[in-house]
């Protein structure tokens, strides 16, 4: 029986588990944005929001606590230089997951789980270039100084 046991096996035994998620972690960590079917995307998200809080305090201790589990010198250097960062005024909920219908094979439910701050079309801030600045003026007020200035403005008040 499974009384209170709330991991979802995904199908594996725990080595296997715990290998597919790692993976899942290096690649999330990488490229900021993978696929995978929904049910992976949820178990991700269990797994690597933990590390990225963890990242958020570069230390030796949490640096050897994040390699323990990603098992990687190039993602774990990424997570501490690239990511965290980013993250360091975010509560947590570091990632988005995204439904993208199913998969045509099996018709399973695919996600797509993406890092929130990498993701340029949701982010508050663009970059300089980018931004337009507007100007805001009312077309009445507009009117009324080419009106004032020609004199219609005293004409009204005699």
Known sequence: MRHGNKNNALGRKKAHRD????????SLIDHKRIETTLAKAKALRLYVEPLITKSK????HSRRVVFSELQNKE???????????????????YTRIIKLGNRLGDAAEMAMIELVDFNTTYTKEKSAGTAKKTRRTRRTSAKSAAHKAEGGEEAKSE
């Open 75 to 93: 993602a774990t250097a990424a997570l501490f230089r690239d990511v965290a960062p980013k993250v360091a005024s975010r509560p947590g909920g």
């Open 19 to 26: 290998s597919l998620l790692s993976n899942l972690a290096i």
């Open 57 to 60: 305090d570069d230390t030796t």
